[in-house]
């Protein structure tokens, strides 16, 4: 069983790609929790880096879900750049559950959160090509159940960036907010946050073009769906809009996928 957890896809692209590889199904880990993976003889975690680390939804599901002691276990990094500690983290949270980490690797994708940083993740798209025999290698050696952790050490940057304060300004510029004279109320963002996060309030006056407006509550994990799946552009990043052409999703990862989860 491979669990994934994927903002705008990247990580779903990839956890598919290699299920259908070496004969596993996908899940994600909202759904691992209540699943039981006692007789799972082989368990994949992919997921990204966010902020340097591992996404705050992985941390806190993971010791939620009961792993199998004994399965083969991989962790696959999804990322614009570097794992930095995603890795180091996970296997952390899985030693508790008296988990062993048997192979790790990472994938460089398009960033999704460069828009917060002024650069457009559609112009990253080489990396597809670029990767794409790692991708490859990291099959074969899954297959043969091969051991080696790759990019799996602590980081002293990323340690850094986990500082509260440090934390708090990366969390600003990767905190979508709605822009409310776009929102038009479709309920998008809504069904594709994963965290269950953004919810549609009725407008006291309704306008010619909404009844209700999105509102994000205080549980972001910064993956961004909502402001990749918006069909108004209607969430902004870093306080900056962000226009359709800087909208991304991984080409083979479509909407309606992201509502299936």
Same mark, same amino acid.
């Given at each position: 069983m491979?669990?994934?957890? !994927?903002g705008?896809?990247?990580s &779903?692209?990839? $956890?598919?790609?290699?299920?259908? =590889?070496?004969?596993?199904?996908v899940? !994600?880990l909202y ?5 039981d993976l @006692?007789?799972e003889q082989r368990?994949?975690?992919v997921f990204p880096?966010?902020n340097l680390?591992a996404?705050i ?5 993971i010791p939620r879900?009961?792993?199998?002691k004994?399965?083969?276990t ?5 990322c614009?750049?570097q794992?930095n500690?995603a ?5 952390r949270?899985? #030693?508790? %559950?008296?988990v ?6 990472k994938i460089?994708?398009?960033?999704s959160s460069?828009m917060?940083?002024?650069r457009n993740p559609?112009d990253?798209?080489?990396?597809f090509?670029k990767?794409?025999p790692? &991708?490859?290698t990291?099959? $074969?050696?899954?297959? $043969? ?6 990019f ?9 960036m986990s500082?509260?304060?440090l934390q ?8 979508? @907010?709605v ?5 038009i109320?479709c309920?998008?963002? @809504?069904?594709v946050c994963?965290q269950k996060?953004i919810?549609l309030?009725e407008?006291?006056e309704p306008? =010619? #073009?909404a009844n $209700? ?7 972001c994990?910064?993956c961004l !769906?909502?402001?990749?799946?918006c069909? %108004? %552009? =209607?969430?902004e990043?870093?306080? #900056?809009?962000?226009?359709?052409p800087y ?6 990862? #479509?909407l309606k996928d992201m509502?299936?989860?």
């Amino acid at each position: 069983m491979i669990l994934y957890f !994927s903002g705008t896809g990247n990580s &779903l692209a990839i $956890a598919r790609k290699i299920a259908e =590889a070496i004969g596993e199904q996908v899940l !994600s880990l909202y759904d691992a929790v209540k699943t039981d993976l @006692s007789n799972e003889q082989r368990i994949g975690l992919v997921f990204p880096t966010y902020n340097l680390d591992a996404p705050i939804a992985v941390t806190q599901l993971i010791p939620r879900i009961r792993f199998p002691k004994n399965a083969y276990t991989f962790v696959i990094i999804t990322c614009g750049a570097q794992t930095n500690n995603a890795v180091w983290t996970v296997r952390r949270l899985l #030693k508790q %559950q008296e988990v062993t980490v048997n192979y790790c690797h990472k994938i460089r994708v398009p960033d999704s959160s460069a828009m917060a940083f002024g650069r457009n993740p559609n112009d990253q798209a080489w990396k597809f090509d670029k990767f794409a025999p790692r &991708l490859q290698t990291i099959i $074969a050696d899954l297959k $043969a159940q091969k051991k080696g952790l790759h990019f799996a050490g602590f980081d002293p940057l990323g340690w850094l960036m986990s500082r509260p304060a440090l934390q708090r300004k990366l969390a600003q510029m990767t905190t979508p @907010s709605v822009n409310p004279d776009k929102c038009i109320g479709c309920g998008i963002c @809504s069904k594709v946050c994963p965290q269950k996060n953004i919810v549609l309030s009725e407008l006291d006056e309704p306008t =010619a #073009k909404a009844n $209700a407006i999105a509102n994000i509550g205080p549980h972001c994990t910064w993956c961004l !769906s909502c402001v990749h799946f918006c069909p %108004q %552009q =209607a969430m902004e990043v870093n306080g #900056k809009s962000v226009s359709k052409p800087y909208q991304y999703h991984h080409p083979d990862i #479509k909407l309606k996928d992201m509502l299936k989860r």
